[in-house]
C-alpha cells in the first residue's frame, strides 16, 4: 500500500484495516499523534487526510491509500516551530500535551480553510478536540492569535 505522509511517499505492506493511527506511531515511527478515547470522541489523534481533520483511531489505513496524510509532525521541529506552534507557546495553549497534536492539526486545517479569529468560530471548530486540562480560552487565544499572524482570514 502506496501512503503520501507529511509530504514523503511511504509504503506499507501490513494488515489493511490496521487503523491510521497504528501505522503512524508504530509502523513509520511518527509518535507525535496521541491516542486519547480509541473512539473517535476525544480528538487527540486528529491528523488531516487531503486537509481533511480527521480521527485517526477511527480510519483502516486501506481507506488512505494514495491519500495526502499530515500528521503534527509536518508543521515544524524544536528548530523551528510553525507560527500555530508559535502562538501555542507564547499563549499557553498547550498543558500537558496529549490533545496538543489534534488541537494544532484541526487548527492548522481550519487556518489554511481561511477560517477567522472570531473566538466562538474557533470554539464551533474545535468542538471535536476535548481538552481536560484547559478551560480552552488559551487554546482559542493560541489559534486567534496565529489567525491574526497570518493576516486574518475570512469569517466563518
Avoid at 496524510?69 to 521541529?77: D, R
Wanted: glycine residues 16%.
Amino acid at each position: 500500500m502506496k501512503l503520501k505522509v507529511n509530504g514523503k511517499s511511504r509504503s506499507f505492506a501490513g494488515a489493511p484495516f490496521k487503523r491510521l493511527i497504528e501505522v503512524l506511531r508504530e509502523d513509520f515511527g511518527l509518535t507525535g499523534t496521541k491516542e486519547g478515547c480509541g473512539e473517535g470522541e476525544c480528538g487527540a489523534c486528529t491528523v488531516l487526510v487531503d486537509g481533511e481533520p480527521v480521527n485517526s483511531c477511527l480510519i483502516p489505513v486501506c481507506s488512505v491509500e494514495g491519500r495526502r496524510i499530515e500528521t503534527v509532525e509536518s508543521l515544524g521541529n524544536p528548530g523551528k516551530l510553525s507560527p500555530l506552534q508559535e502562538a501555542f507557546m507564547e499563549r499557553g495553549g498547550a498543558q500537558c500535551g496529549i490533545c496538543t497534536p489534534g488541537m494544532l492539526m484541526t487548527a492548522t486545517a481550519w487556518i489554511k480553510g481561511g477560517g477567522s479569529a472570531a473566538p466562538g468560530a474557533i470554539r464551533e471548530c474545535l468542538a471535536g478536540n476535548l481538552c481536560r486540562c484547559t478551560g480552552y480560552q488559551h487554546i482559542v487565544d493560541s489559534v486567534a492569535r496565529a489567525v491574526k499572524g497570518k493576516g486574518g482570514g475570512k469569517r466563518r
